[in-house]
């Protein structure tokens, strides 16, 4: 959340196809929608698991059956009760691949804002009572990319004798962000094999986790000229007065000491830095700058401007339609500004 | 996100301690089978394991497809060549081991890895073809201790130790234990699907269908196990009248004694005796657990008249017109059959044909002219069969010597045994006691089969081993075959207390070094060893359909569909209830018993009126309860003090006090 954030840096939006589930899987969602409806904490049991053989259970219990027909045409008592030994196998693994996920608890602690276009980090606080502590859990929101996990059990230790305390484990499960907005990841599914791969326990949970998405940053030219001019009530802007109002490409004839050298010496381009008098002291991010874009890519250049104006150290405001955050210049400040872009209403600036 | 992908995949490759595992389990697995295939089958395993170690170390690549291909046909090759191109089962499994060994070449993502675990299931099914031994048994299991274990490794992606992860195997493997018993007992046996064929197994044991002397000297020296016997019902005989017959020779061309020509073992089927309408006073009725020796023939005692196998036997046993029992095919497999025998006394014999008493006088003409002057003198002396057997007999009684290493005979081996050595073994006293009889006019063959047995109290039957071997002589008097011993007459100690009674110190020797004079907690121990194959073999291994029916008749009071079908869900079903209480126990947690007297304690307050909050530490409760109930102020501070000791000393003396304060509270504790 505090970490510094660059715009260049940030991949372009991938296209990514819209995920749908299947029709099967839709209605297996909406049963568990009837059955579990979203909380922040969710306790893993009977009611939220389901098991099923994989593949290679399935295969399992043709091998089973392979040593029955062997033992059965031997007359072999020994190569049946091994087969008997295998099926059984099988079952107990129902058990031990149930009793790994059983009694996890998992709750919502929260996510890190992210741009469109990234992944969101949602993080998941996990306990468990089991002794044995639960093995290689993948863990994806529906559509998102997996990971595993192990939860290690919690360590018997006399030094806390009330017995009371459950160490939690954080993990992180990240969706992608293709809109900004408000992310709502859906549902997060656990799953697990363990121990024997045989059985495939599940859960597809409903959790009620919720993300801040920022627009993607979209370098765009940052008008000058439009700096709170059109308001008119802060009088007519000059440009060439003492305050520094934004940055314009450098043309032939500017004046050399507003050369912003910064920029110059990263090999962002060569830009002179332009001043307004001092009837204009602040400089504001306007929805209306930006008059010539699309409205989402509005958003998009006027976060670019902020982040641009947060890492030069220029105090900056925002007007948008309807909102409006006083020049300011701190991490609070940036992030009220993200997110009053993250959820402006585009509809509302008709 | 195509990285990530990438990364999650890599989950799914073996790891180097996934590979280890699966290479010990693989040759835990294949060890037991290797020992029955071509020797180069064993470099191929190392060749294997080493290679697949050096693609680990990045030494060498992945087989190709061209290399496996060639590999393979090389194996199926290889294979062809040393078994000549037979079809069988010791073949398949070499192609089994081969594909087994091969995979671990191309071992790389978890779905190898379970494939190479299912081709090791299969593996130590194969074991059981040819040894079915409780020891193999108890391998095989350890062999899938192993394998589990390796499995588990698969995806187990958290560190911990070897002991710990063979322990999770064993533990999963204990779990599914009992649900097998059950499917064991009650799962309906069928018969063979097809026709299958049998392990080609090991080399015979026991006698063969000729006795020359000397022969039984070497197998009287062998310490295994012939057969065992249980009887049924009724008395079993004593030791003394025990004569397992096995077979009749009744061809001798001077040295040797064969089957004749004319004796078919298979499909004579008419038998010479039937029970007499008002017999059966003196049936026997036992079970024979006979140890395969791969010839058709088996024991029983005079004279077989019903004989049944059990179903897992697969073979049918004929009764000849000898009195003998034989089966369909040699004896591949340990086999099980129950016997009827009568005493001749309550059979109805019907005569001897021309030909047949013929061939029972019949010696070659030419060999051992003193055996056969000496018995025509007899005849022409007693005239009695009985005073012939009698003076025969006596003459035994002489000067003869019972000994495992006679002289060695040649040609005339009667004659020489006779007159010139006189010391010699059963097969010795029988032939010559046969030939001296035939010579003599009776009718006469040699019997060969075991005599005795060593009884086991611990499970109720008796041990024949093969150093029970014996020959003895029928004879045909009265109408009736009657059984001679000429051993007895030199030897009597041989038939009354077996074997190792009869023989000096030397000879003792010889029968197997320490076998007669191992210590008696040795003896002991082979008794039970011997006790605990034997219903090994009984319950486990014989376990058939009629086996099952008896337990369910026990059991449940009938063997009705609807009883076993009840019997089985209602054992599935406490069953799955057990597990699930066990192994899943949500909130399961095991507390120690410090955490068990801090519940009590918090039950005990809870009564009082006062709760500890989930944040509330032991210490910060009693001194709020201390606050609040002056009366247990004494009791509350004692547990706040040790409570804390306990935090921060972690000693375990305080940890018992802090246990005695909350279990006595809210009473103060005695302070020593």
Same mark, same amino acid.
């Given at each position: 959340?505090?970490?510094?954030?660059?715009?260049?840096?940030?991949?372009?939006?991938?296209?990514?196809?819209?995920?749908?589930?299947?029709?099967?899987?839709?209605?297996?969602?909406?049963?568990?929608?009837?059955?579990?409806?979203?909380?922040?904490?969710?306790?893993?049991?009977?009611?939220?698991?389901?098991?099923?053989?994989?593949?290679?259970?399935?295969?399992?219990?043709?091998?089973?059956?392979?040593?029955?027909?062997?033992?059965?045409?031997?007359?072999?008592?020994?190569?049946?009760?091994?087969?008997?030994?295998?099926?059984?196998?099988?079952?107990?693994?129902?058990?031990?691949?149930?009793?790994?996920?059983?009694?996890?608890?998992?709750?919502?602690?929260?996510?890190?804002?992210?741009?469109?276009?990234?992944?969101?980090?949602?993080?998941?606080?996990?306990?468990?009572?089991?002794?044995?502590?639960?093995?290689?859990?993948?863990?994806?929101?529906?559509?998102?990319?997996?990971?595993?996990?192990?939860?290690?059990?919690?360590?018997?230790?006399?030094?806390?004798?009330?017995?009371?305390?459950?160490?939690?484990?954080?993990?992180?499960?990240?969706?992608?962000?293709?809109?900004?907005?408000?992310?709502?990841?859906?549902?997060?599914?656990?799953?697990?094999?363990?121990?024997?791969?045989?059985?495939?326990?599940?859960?597809?949970?409903?959790?009620?986790?919720?993300?801040?998405?920022?627009?993607?940053?979209?370098?765009?030219?940052?008008?000058?000229?439009?700096?709170?001019?059109?308001?008119?009530?802060?009088?007519?802007?000059?440009?060439?007065?003492?305050?520094?109002?934004?940055?314009?490409?450098?043309?032939?004839?500017?004046?050399?000491?507003?050369?912003?050298?910064?920029?110059?010496?990263?090999?962002?381009?060569?830009?002179?830095?332009?001043?307004?008098?001092?009837?204009?002291?602040?400089?504001?991010?306007?929805?209306?700058?930006?008059?010539?874009?699309?409205?989402?890519?509005?958003?998009?250049?006027?976060?670019?401007?902020?982040?641009?104006?947060?890492?030069?150290?220029?105090?900056?405001?925002?007007?948008?339609?309807?909102?409006?955050?006083?020049?300011?210049?701190?991490?609070?400040?940036?992030?009220?500004?993200?997110?009053?872009?993250?959820?402006?209403?585009?509809?509302?600036?008709? | 996100?195509?990285?990530?992908?990438?990364?999650?995949?890599?989950?799914?490759?073996?790891?180097?301690?996934?590979?280890?595992?699966?290479?010990?389990?693989?040759?835990?697995?294949?060890?037991?089978?290797?020992?029955?295939?071509?020797?180069?089958?064993?470099?191929?395993?190392?060749?294997?394991?080493?290679?697949?170690?050096?693609?680990?170390?990045?030494?060498?690549?992945?087989?190709?497809?061209?290399?496996?291909?060639?590999?393979?046909?090389?194996?199926?090759?290889?294979?062809?060549?040393?078994?000549?191109?037979?079809?069988?089962?010791? $073949?398949?499994?070499?192609?089994?081991?081969?594909?087994?060994?091969?995979?671990?070449?191309?071992?790389?993502?978890?779905?190898?890895?379970?494939?190479?675990?299912?081709?090791?299931?299969?593996?130590?099914?194969?074991?059981?073809?040819?040894?079915?031994?409780?020891?193999?048994?108890?391998?095989?299991?350890?062999?899938?201790?192993?394998?589990?274990?390796?499995?588990?490794?698969?995806?187990?992606?958290?560190?911990?130790?070897?002991?710990?992860?063979?322990?999770?195997?064993?533990?999963?493997?204990?779990?599914?234990?009992?649900?097998?018993?059950?499917?064991?007992?009650?799962?309906?046996?069928?018969?063979?699907?097809?026709?299958?064929?049998?392990?080609?197994?090991?080399?015979?044991?026991?006698?063969?269908?000729?006795?020359?002397?000397?022969?039984?000297?070497?197998?009287?020296?062998?310490?295994?196990?012939?057969?065992?016997?249980?009887?049924?019902?009724?008395?079993? &005989?004593?030791?003394?009248?025990?004569?397992?017959?096995?077979?009749?020779?009744?061809?001798?061309?001077?040295?040797?004694?064969?089957?004749?020509?004319?004796?078919?073992?298979?499909?004579?089927?008419?038998?010479?005796?039937? &029970?007499?309408?008002?017999?059966?006073?003196?049936?026997?009725?036992?079970?024979?657990?006979?140890?395969?020796?791969?010839?058709?023939?088996?024991?029983?005692?005079?004279?077989?008249?019903?004989?049944?196998?059990?179903?897992?036997?697969?073979?049918?046993?004929?009764?000849?017109?000898?009195?003998?029992?034989?089966?369909?095919?040699?004896?591949?497999?340990?086999?099980?059959?129950?016997?009827?025998?009568?005493?001749?006394?309550?059979?109805?014999?019907?005569?001897?044909?021309?030909?047949?008493?013929?061939?029972?006088?019949?010696?070659?003409?030419?060999?051992?002219?003193?055996?056969?002057?000496?018995?025509?003198?007899?005849?022409?002396?007693?005239?009695? $069969?009985?005073?012939?057997?009698?003076?025969?007999?006596?003459?035994?009684?002489?000067?003869?010597?019972?000994?495992?290493?006679?002289?060695?005979?040649?040609?005339?081996?009667?004659?020489?045994?006779?007159?010139?050595?006189?010391?010699?073994?059963?097969?010795?006293?029988?032939?010559?006691?046969?030939?001296?009889?035939?010579?003599?006019?009776?009718?006469?063959?040699?019997?060969?089969?075991?005599?005795?047995?060593?009884?086991?109290?611990?499970?109720?039957?008796?041990?024949?081993?093969?150093?029970?071997?014996?020959?003895?002589?029928?004879?045909?008097?009265?109408?009736?075959?009657?059984?001679?011993?000429?051993?007895?007459?030199?030897?009597?100690?041989?038939?009354?207390?077996?074997?190792?009674?009869?023989?000096?110190?030397?000879?003792?020797?010889?029968?197997?070094?320490?076998?007669?004079?191992?210590?008696?907690?040795?003896?002991?121990?082979?008794?039970?060893?011997?006790?605990?194959?034997?219903?090994?073999?009984?319950?486990?291994?014989?376990?058939?359909?009629?086996?099952?029916?008896?337990?369910?008749?026990?059991?449940?009071?009938?063997?009705?569909?609807?009883?076993?079908?009840?019997?089985?869900?209602?054992?599935?079903?406490?069953?799955?209830?057990?597990?699930?209480?066990?192994?899943?126990? $949500?909130?399961?947690?095991?507390?120690?018993?410090?955490?068990?007297?801090?519940?009590?304690?918090?039950?005990?307050?809870?009564?009082?009126?006062?709760?500890?909050?989930?944040?509330?530490?032991?210490?910060?409760?009693?001194?709020?309860?201390?606050?609040?109930?002056?009366?247990?102020?004494?009791?509350?501070?004692?547990?706040?003090?040790?409570?804390?000791?306990?935090?921060?000393?972690?000693?375990?003396?305080?940890?018992?006090?802090?246990?005695?304060?909350?279990?006595?509270?809210?009473?103060?504790?005695?302070?020593?």
């Amino acid at each position: 959340m505090d970490a510094p954030i660059n715009p260049a840096a940030i991949a372009p939006l991938k296209a990514s196809a819209p995920l749908k589930p299947s029709r099967w899987q839709q209605y297996f969602f909406k049963w568990i929608d009837k059955r579990s409806p979203p909380a922040a904490t969710v306790l893993l049991g009977r009611k939220n698991l389901y098991t099923f053989p994989t593949v290679m259970g399935f295969g399992f219990l043709g091998l089973s059956l392979l040593l029955w027909v062997l033992g059965t045409n031997y007359q072999n008592n020994l190569i049946l009760a091994l087969s008997y030994l295998l099926i059984s196998l099988l079952v107990v693994s129902i058990l031990h691949t149930y009793a790994n996920l059983a009694g996890l608890n998992i709750r919502v602690a929260g996510a890190k804002p992210a741009f469109a276009g990234e992944q969101v980090h949602f993080v998941l606080e996990v306990s468990g009572t089991r002794a044995k502590g639960n093995d290689n859990i993948v863990v994806r929101w529906w559509g998102g990319d997996p990971m595993t996990f192990d939860f290690e059990p919690p360590a018997v230790s006399t030094s806390q004798p009330t017995g009371t305390s459950q160490q939690s484990q954080p993990i992180t499960v990240s969706q992608m962000a293709s809109r900004r907005g408000y992310l709502r990841p859906g549902k997060l599914l656990l799953e697990s094999t363990y121990p024997l791969g045989l059985i495939r326990c599940w859960t597809w949970l409903n959790l009620d986790a919720c993300a801040v998405v920022y627009p993607k940053p979209l370098k765009a030219d940052f008008p000058a000229i439009s700096l709170g001019a059109k308001q008119g009530q802060h009088g007519e802007p000059t440009t060439g007065g003492d305050d520094f109002s934004g940055l314009k490409e450098y043309r032939a004839g500017d004046p050399i000491k507003h050369i912003a050298w910064k920029h110059y010496a990263r090999e962002q381009g060569l830009y002179s830095k332009e001043y307004a008098s001092a009837q204009e002291a602040d400089t504001w991010l306007q929805w209306q700058s930006f008059l010539h874009l699309p409205p989402e890519e509005r958003l998009s250049a006027l976060c670019y401007w902020a982040l641009e104006f947060d890492r030069l150290g220029v105090p900056y405001g925002l007007r948008l339609p309807g909102k409006q955050l006083p020049p300011g210049l701190d991490d609070g400040h940036r992030l009220s500004v993200l997110s009053a872009l993250a959820r402006f209403d585009t509809s509302l600036a008709g | 996100m195509d990285a990530s992908i990438e990364a999650f995949e890599q989950h799914k490759l073996i790891r180097h301690e996934n590979l280890l595992w699966l290479i010990v389990a693989q040759g835990v697995a294949i060890v037991p089978l290797l020992f029955h295939l071509p020797l180069w089958m064993w470099l191929m395993w190392l060749g294997a394991m080493v290679w697949r170690l050096r693609i680990y170390a990045g030494k060498l690549a992945f087989p190709t497809t061209v290399t496996k291909f060639i590999l393979g046909t090389a194996c199926v090759a290889g294979l062809m060549l040393s078994y000549r191109g037979q079809v069988g089962v010791e $073949p398949m499994i070499g192609f089994l081991v081969c594909a087994f060994i091969l995979k671990l070449l191309e071992l790389r993502t978890h779905k190898d890895g379970l494939l190479l675990l299912f081709i090791g299931f299969i593996a130590v099914g194969a074991q059981f073809l040819f040894t079915q031994t409780f020891l193999m048994a108890f391998y095989a299991w350890a062999s899938c201790v192993a394998l589990v274990t390796a499995w588990q490794t698969i995806y187990l992606t958290r560190r911990v130790g070897v002991i710990y992860k063979l322990k999770s195997g064993f533990l999963m493997l204990l779990h599914a234990l009992p649900l097998m018993v059950v499917m064991f007992v009650i799962m309906p046996r069928l018969g063979p699907l097809w026709h299958v064929p049998l392990p080609q197994g090991a080399g015979q044991t026991g006698f063969s269908d000729s006795l020359s002397p000397g022969d039984l000297g070497q197998l009287v020296k062998s310490q295994g196990t012939a057969f065992r016997v249980s009887f049924n019902a009724g008395q079993a &005989p004593s030791p003394s009248g025990m004569y397992w017959r096995g077979l009749v020779l009744d061809e001798f061309d001077g040295r040797t004694w064969r089957l004749s020509a004319q004796w078919d073992m298979r499909l004579k089927n008419g038998q010479r005796f039937v &029970p007499k309408p008002a017999g059966g006073n003196n049936l026997m009725d036992y079970t024979v657990q006979l140890e395969p020796h791969q010839y058709p023939w088996l024991f029983a005692l005079a004279e077989p008249i019903k004989v049944t196998s059990a179903k897992t036997t697969r073979q049918n046993i004929h009764i000849t017109q000898q009195g003998l029992l034989t089966a369909h095919h040699p004896v591949a497999s340990r086999m099980q059959y129950t016997v009827l025998s009568a005493s001749a006394d309550d059979l109805t014999w019907s005569a001897l044909g021309a030909a047949e008493h013929t061939q029972l006088l019949r010696l070659p003409t030419g060999t051992n002219p003193q055996a056969q002057a000496l018995g025509q003198s007899w005849r022409e002396q007693y005239q009695a $069969p009985q005073a012939i057997i009698a003076a025969a007999l006596k003459w035994y009684n002489q000067d003869f010597y019972y000994t495992l290493e006679p002289p060695v005979l040649g040609k005339h081996s009667v004659d020489e045994f006779l007159w010139t050595t006189k010391r010699g073994f059963c097969e010795h006293f029988a032939s010559s006691f046969a030939v001296l009889m035939r010579a003599a006019g009776i009718p006469a063959r040699v019997v060969v089969g075991y005599q005795g047995g060593t009884y086991n109290a611990l499970e109720d039957y008796w041990r024949v081993s093969q150093s029970d071997a014996h020959a003895w002589v029928e004879v045909w008097i009265a109408k009736r075959w009657q059984r001679v011993d000429p051993t007895s007459a030199v030897a009597p100690q041989r038939i009354e207390q077996g074997i190792d009674r009869a023989l000096d110190e030397q000879d003792r020797a010889l029968v197997g070094a320490g076998h007669y004079q191992a210590p008696q907690w040795l003896g002991a121990l082979r008794e039970r060893m011997d006790a605990a194959g034997y219903v090994w073999n009984r319950w486990v291994l014989n376990y058939d359909t009629s086996k099952q029916s008896d337990l369910f008749a026990r059991w449940l009071g009938g063997t009705e569909p609807w009883r076993i079908g009840a019997a089985f869900i209602g054992l599935i079903a406490v069953m799955l209830g057990g597990y699930t209480l066990w192994v899943i126990r $949500p909130h399961g947690a095991r507390k120690t018993p410090l955490q068990k007297a801090i519940k009590q304690f918090d039950k005990t307050c809870l009564t009082l009126g006062y709760r500890r909050y989930r944040e509330e530490s032991l210490a910060v409760f009693a001194y709020r309860l201390a606050e609040q109930k002056r009366e247990y102020q004494a009791a509350c501070h004692d547990i706040a003090r040790i409570s804390e000791h306990v935090l921060y000393r972690e000693d375990h003396a305080d940890e018992r006090t802090l246990m005695a304060a909350l279990k006595q509270f809210p009473k103060p504790i005695h302070h020593p």
